[in-house]
């Protein structure tokens, strides 16, 4: 497709439970970011990729998130033992060069934790 | 610690009003976007400024940008339903590294 897809678009999760959110950025794009963001609120960073490395990965909120990134492309974000504060639309954007230029982004997943 | 602020937070007004939004920062940023996020999508970019100063007009929508690079105003005029939605600005700034730093937003509702 033309724009950055992820998937699941929804997902509902018992609480400690793992779960893993993907994102299939723009072809070429060589950035991708992950956000979360909870019910009315703005964007929460949680990392960021330049081709399959993560030279910022500041935001993840605890040792239960991690996320990697094969062949520059593909990205999956995994929540291990979920909790129920993890419940929020978890964003992903690609750009085509870092913070120089648009991130677009995609539709979110939305994680809900039971 | 919230690297950019904006404000107001929630705005409801009437359609045909003018309204402005505002983001601020202690920090100086290269660039900065506003986007708009509308319910179930995720934020769609509006405009870019780059020189402090700079001001940019897209439609009834104008953008400014501080002379000091630190903060940006987002100024809608003649606001209609189809403007409603989450405002976010979003800072670009070597200092952070190669990120895009968000702010909290504004939800704007523009009711007939």
């Known amino acids: 497709g033309a724009g950055v897809s992820q998937s699941p678009s929804n997902k509902v999760t018992e609480k400690g439970k793992d779960v893993e959110l993907r994102c299939d950025p723009i072809?070429?794009?060589?950035?991708l970011y992950w956000y979360r963001q909870s019910l009315g609120q703005g964007l929460e960073f949680l990392i960021y990729?330049?081709?399959?490395?993560?030279?910022?990965k500041s935001g993840l909120p605890s040792d239960r998130f991690s996320a990697e990134r094969t062949g520059g492309s593909v990205s999956t974000l995994t929540i291990q033992r979920t909790q129920q504060e993890d419940s929020a639309v978890y964003l992903c954007?690609?750009?085509?060069?870092?913070?120089?230029?648009?991130?677009?982004f995609g539709q979110g997943t939305r994680l809900t934790v039971v | 610690t919230q690297l950019l602020e904006q404000s107001p937070q929630f705005l409801s007004i009437q359609e045909g009003e003018n309204l402005t939004v505002y983001c601020n920062s202690s920090?100086?940023?290269?660039?900065l976007q506003w986007y708009r996020q509308e319910p179930g999508e995720g934020p769609v970019l509006l405009v870019t400024?780059?020189?402090?100063?700079e001001v940019k007009k897209l439609k009834r929508l104008t953008f400014q940008f501080g002379d000091a690079r630190k903060d940006s105003s987002l100024h809608i005029t003649a606001a209609q339903p189809g403007d409603t939605g989450l405002y976010l600005c979003?800072?670009?700034?070597?200092?952070?590294?190669?990120?895009?730093?968000f702010g909290p937003g504004t939800r704007l509702s523009v009711l007939p």
């Open positions: 990729f330049q081709g399959n490395s993560a030279p910022d």
């Open positions: 072809s070429g794009h060589t950035a």
């Open positions: 920090s100086v940023f290269s660039s």
């Open positions: 400024v780059v020189t402090g100063g």
């Open positions: 954007a690609s750009s085509l060069i870092p913070a120089n230029t648009e991130a677009f």
């Open positions: 979003a800072g670009v700034g070597d200092r952070y590294g190669q990120n895009f730093v």
